[in-house]
């Protein structure tokens, strides 16, 4: 089975505070997305990446930046954490071209800035 | 600009009814469309994946189909019981690897 796995499954940082969510995925896939969830929004898209070291903005990368320094591994980072950022966060992966390959999500971050 | 949404936003059935979930999208090119499932505070679940030249896809007591020209996918389940109770999504690919993914109908069945 596919496994995502997510560093915490609930964070309460301050504002102004640099914040990591770690994401690692063990079934050798090439893409790694990050969203993330809000009420009466659904699901938006920060970030992907398709490669090691290759990332693309999605709907909404404002406040956010990443990293994919290896392959397993895609990790979001809130430079300066703001309240408007509290929200549900999930990280997912999808093998190959994306087209034929479902995604798989991890158990998302709830994170709470204060 | 690609928009999903899926109606009814909320629906309760009596446990062992047939049900059919709803997702339309207003741009037909689409390479997928996947449909997951999502229990409280927890990440999703992939339930169907149905590739743009397919018409439908079967796994169990689920049965989704799509129909592209009319920008229309259905989520049915047979024999519904407590455990089905979620939020279902369905997420269609528009771009290369963008997805969109409507706000969900959260199902409660009934024992």
């Known amino acids: 089975d596919v496994k995502v796995t997510q560093s915490s499954r609930y964070l309460v940082k301050r504002t102004g505070e640099k914040v990591f969510l770690e994401c690692v995925q063990d079934?050798?896939?090439?893409?790694m997305f990050w969203y993330r969830q809000d009420p009466g929004l659904g699901l938006r898209l920060i970030y992907f990446?398709?490669?090691?070291?290759?990332?693309e903005k999605g709907d909404i990368p404002e406040g956010y930046s990443v990293s994919r320094e290896k392959k397993e591994r895609f990790s979001l980072i809130l430079e300066s954490a703001s309240t408007n950022q509290t929200s549900m966060y999930l990280c997912?992966?999808?093998?190959?071209?994306?087209?034929?390959?479902?995604?798989?999500f991890g158990p998302g971050t709830r994170l709470t800035v204060l | 600009k690609q928009e999903v949404t899926q109606i009814p936003a909320a629906l309760s059935v009596p446990e062992g009814e047939n049900l059919v979930l709803n997702c339309s999208f207003t741009?037909?090119?689409?390479?997928?469309l996947q449909w997951f499932r999502q229990d409280p505070g927890k990440g999703l679940t992939s339930l169907l994946l149905?590739?743009?030249?397919?018409r439908e896809q079967t796994s169990g007591r689920l049965n989704a189909s799509l129909d592209k020209s009319s920008g229309r996918s259905t989520l049915y389940i047979a024999a519904s019981q407590p455990g089905d109770s979620a939020t279902y999504l369905c997420?269609?690919?528009?771009?290369?690897?963008?997805?969109?993914f409507g706000t969900g109908t959260r199902l409660k069945v009934l024992a």
């Open positions: 997912a992966s999808s093998a190959g071209l994306a087209a034929y390959n479902e995604q798989f």
């Open positions: 079934m050798d896939h090439e893409n």
């Open positions: 990446s398709y490669d090691v070291k290759m990332k």
């Open positions: 741009d037909s090119a689409i390479y997928n």
């Open positions: 149905i590739q743009s030249s397919q």
């Open positions: 997420a269609v690919l528009s771009g290369t690897y963008k997805y969109i």
